[in-house]
């Protein structure tokens, strides 16, 4: 401006529809070549981790560096199964809520592995905060797929009676706390029970994962100003995706270097991986989880990844971004990247894949031949209408009775 005043500042996405991405502008570390602190290591020794990037598979899909955490055939080809089921669950779901037999649905293609690594990672008795794209958590611990599919179209054996929207999950029994719309409160929430936890002198520590916008919002700072004061065991995951629905991920992260980068200023461990590499995502929880477990604190760990479809099935990205980004992104795709590198090892071949591919398809029509049998959005049944009534209050006041007698049940 002519009077010397500087313009205001509103970050914009490096691309736009109709352009061609390439990604020239990233600057990321290579695979194997990070350093491996000791978990018990010093927050600033993190500083260089929190910039640079955590990776084991290289583009030869070979495992190399510090960071490789060594996983047997077998806990790869199981890491390598929960990932394909995640994504044929989605692709499945998606083509119902196209059909109109369910109301709303969120993928989670590109980001299997951010969620089925770090469950794998972490034991099955500690508390997991997510949001809604890490339902890979629960393939990887064991959850009924006919349970999960029920909740997504509100039928009567949805364990959330109709409260939720789809995908916003919840098990007790897998210690997989119930999902919030309201994004961000996870992470005070995951770092209370991680206190907890430390209080009460347990084994058990807490993870929890939000997207990258929602480092924006209050509850991101809180979570990690309660983690630093308290030195809580809490695992925080920023999933930065790229996009928070069609805001860039700079609109959030704006002048800082990296997301992992905000932990330092509060005395955090932080490390920023590579979120489409299985063996990176497995190695950096298993770091910061042993971290917690030791009562050295908490982690901030930013896993790099990409949203490769739409934020949801009410979202189209064609409006905000190129359609050959997802294609172009340099970190490749978490699935392929991991069968190739068992293939190398002479543990797989593309005929097992297309084998557990049609398992996998076939496992999830069944279950949802079987969900459909406990009644439809449309038709019904649905939780009776008492139950809303239920799980309110552990005694009933007189409010919840004279509203049941107004309706008569």
Known sequence: MSNGQTRFHVPTPPYRPGD?????HLDLQKAGEAPRPDPAASWQETQDLATGLVGVLDHNHQAVGAWNPGLSPEVLREGLSHMVLTRIYDERMLK?????????????????????????????TDMVFPSYRQQGILFARGRN?????????????????????????TW???NFFTISGNLGTQFPQAAGYAMACAYKGEDQIAASWIG???????DFH????????????????????????????NIARGDAPTF?????????????????DFLAVYAATQWAAERARQGKGATVLELFTYRADAHSTSDDPTKYRPKTESARWPLGDPIERL?????GKGEWDETRQAKLEEQMTALVVKSYKEAESHGTLHEGPLSPTESIFEDVYAKPDWRLRRQRQDLGV
């Open 20 to 24: 061609e991405p390439d990604f020239a």
């Open 96 to 124: 119902l809520q196209r059909q109109g037999k369910m109301s709303f649905y969120m993928k989670s293609t590109g980001e299997e592995a951010v969620a089925v690594a770090a469950a794998m990672a972490l034991k099955p």
């Open 145 to 169: 797929i006919v349970d999960m599919m029920c909740h997504c179209i509100s039928n009567s054996r949805d364990n959330l009676k109709g409260r939720q929207l789809p995908v916003h999950y």
């Open 172 to 174: 007790a029994e897998g």
């Open 212 to 218: 990258d916008g929602t480092t924006a919002e209050g």
């Open 222 to 249: 809180a979570g990690l100003t309660l983690a630093s004061t308290y030195r809580a065991p809490v695992i925080f995951n920023v999933v930065n995706n790229q996009w928070a629905i069609s805001s860039n991920q």
């Open 260 to 276: 992992a980068a905000k932990g330092l200023g509060y005395g955090l461990a932080s490390i920023r991986a590579d979120g489409n």
């Open 339 to 343: 069968k190739q590198h068992l293939i």
